[in-house]
T-cell receptor
Framework: NAGVTQTPKFRILKIGQSMTLQCTQD?????MYWYRQDPGMGLKLIYY???????DKGEVPNGYNVSRSTTEDFPLRLELAAPSQTSVYFC??????????????FGPGTRLTVT | KQEVTQIPAALSVPEGENLVLNCSFT??????LQWFRQDPGKGLTSLLL?????REQTSGRLNASLDKSSGRSTLYIAASQPGDSATYLC??????????FGKGTKLSVKP
């Protein structure tokens, strides 16, 4: 299993440009997540999905959109990039949540700079 | 609002020392707590997952404990090595499905 994969690894955007961060998992996990990590600020949840066709906002969703057409893929879309979106973005997946949940697995991250 | 706090924010120890990292949370309606390791410029690697019904989990030189009543989890690292140098994060998993991370403890083990 490749686990959770993310592309690209690095990207520089100009203000106002758009891009899609790709995330794929091959573990047949229902739950998928997008986080951003800023220096000294920990991980903040942007969006999450509990299964194909179902998404919901996390703590910091403004400026982002997601879709989940398949179990495997959970792309994150930035429509009008702003310098405040400069961050490292992590995708994660988990089989289930609740009393008998499993571990959460993370991708290697995408380092995005908006100038 | 649930908060997850990790103390200390940074720790430097000599090689061979045993050490404890702390994670505290405010909501006792916890389902599980997961400890991760993050190397600079890398993603998060899962170390240990403790379910709410468990008191501790062990993997090699690592031992994690969970005390729901006091809202605390500890990660014990025995006989630390320079390769253990990394940032360690704890992640709270609540009964509402909420997953909340602490800001991490940056560990440096000196040879």
């Amino acid at each position: 299993n490749a686990g959770v994969t993310q592309t690209p690894k690095f990207r520089i955007l100009k203000i106002g440009q758009s891009m899609t961060l790709q995330c794929t998992q091959d573990m047949n996990h229902n739950y998928m997540y997008w986080y951003r990590q800023d220096p000294g600020m920990g991980l903040k949840l942007i969006y999450y999905s509990v299964g194909a066709g179902i998404t919901d906002k996390g703590e910091v969703p403004n400026g982002y959109n997601v879709s989940r057409s398949t179990t495997e893929d959970f792309p994150l879309r930035l429509e009008l990039a702003a310098p405040s979106q400069t961050s490292v973005y992590f995708c994660a997946s988990q089989r289930s949540v609740g009393p008998s949940s499993y571990e959460q697995y993370f991708g290697p991250g995408t380092r995005l700079t908006v100038t | 609002k649930q908060e997850v706090t990790q103390i200390p924010a940074a720790l430097s120890v000599p090689e061979g020392e045993n050490l404890v990292l702390n994670c505290s949370f405010t909501d006792s309606a916890i389902y599980n707590l997961q400890w991760f390791r993050q190397d600079p410029g890398k993603g998060l690697t899962s170390l240990l997952l403790i379910q709410s019904s468990q008191r501790e989990q062990t993997s090699g030189r690592l031992n994690a404990s969970l005390d729901k009543s006091s809202g605390r989890s500890t990660l014990y690292i025995a006989a630390s090595q320079p390769g253990d140098s990394a940032t360690y994060l704890c992640r709270y998993g609540g009964s509402q499905g909420n997953l909340i991370f602490g800001k991490g403890t940056k560990l440096s083990v000196k040879p």
